[in-house]
């Protein structure tokens, strides 16, 4: 009688067999992944809302303390340079928004290092000047996690290569290494004073937050720094009016510095726009508009009329999928705006009093 060993005559798996799981497997990967980075990139939506919705209670609360919203930048408008470390009467520059609102951000260490390093940015202190640095590092290069898009494509840094992925075209080099960027800024109106002319246009400093102070007189004389507009000059109503709006700009968007870390909704490539009995008409939308593989040298905002490193390739703008940019408003809700928005549509929310009955879902 013969003893047979259990299992001694198990078959294993064939090469063909083998090929057909391992095909399966692929199959269900493929259909898989899309799902998987649709997960992922509503997850990196929803944190850069959370981020922008940040912002705007910082902003919200920095109102309740001074009576007024920070300017894009606060001092000297119409002279304002960027990427510049000798700043002086003649090329002066103004600090940020975010600059004014990091004790609201839990960055109350880092503003109060800047403060004392600029007498409570008094007159004749710069973002860029040598009085902010700090054990060796200048304070514009601090990253601040907050400030920055999970869907972003770039780095944390400025990006001073010519064409650096469609976003930067800074054609000179920043005062220090690795000066750190942010992804949100204000919405200061529709036109840029490079386009218009001057801070007179109706289409300039019509936005949240203007780039020209309040009460903005003579820079030589205005004490420092100075604030933008209180909530009682959102004739349009606040939460029909842009004040945070995503950007993935990577060549002049120091957090520090006002000059970079503003925007506008029509680009200076394009006609400025009018108001046609309530209709803004003519112009280039700036959502979205940035560089091209054909048309690479393009701008949002021409920069180089106040400072010679370069102009903003883009306005409004992001790195989500679907062609949507994620925008905060001056009540401090948001939502993410597609590209086919109507650009009438879309200029009527980024003034503050214009008048317009436009709302998102329009």
Known sequence: MSVRTIGSHRRGFTLVELLVVIAIIGTLVGLLLPAVQSAREAANRSSCGNKLKQLGLAMQNFHDSRKALPAAMDRYPYSGTSFNNTEGAATPAGFSFITHILPYMEETNL???????????????TPFGPSTANNGKHLSQTVLSGL???????????????????????????????????????????????????????????????????????EATDPCPLFGQGFAAFGDGMSKTFMIVESKEAGNSSWIDGMQSHLISNSDDG?????????????????NYGPTVTAQGRVCMKLSSRGSLGSSAWGPS????????????????????????DPAVYHALTTRAGGETASEGN
Request: proline share 5%.
């Open 111 to 125: 503003y109060n290092t800047l403060s004392g390093a600029t007498n409570r940015f008094a007159r004749g202190s």
């Open 148 to 218: 920055l898009c999970p869907s972003f494509g770039g780095q944390g840094f400025v990006q001073t290569a010519a064409g650096s992925n469609f976003k930067s075209i800074l054609t000179g080099t920043p005062p220090y290494a690795q000066i750190a960027i942010t992804n949100y800024k204000v919405m200061s109106g529709i036109g840029s004073q490079s386009a218009a002319g001057s801070f007179t246009a109706a289409t300039t400093d019509n936005g949240a937050c203007p780039l020209k102070p309040a009460k903005f007189a003579n």
């Open 271 to 287: 006609a400025v726009p009018v108001n046609n009995n309530g209709t803004w008409v003519g112009g280039v939308l700036a959502l």
């Open 318 to 341: 992001s790195d989500h999928s679907g062609g949507l940019t994620m925008h905060g408003y001056a009540d401090g809700h948001g939502s993410s705006i597609s590209n086919d928005i």
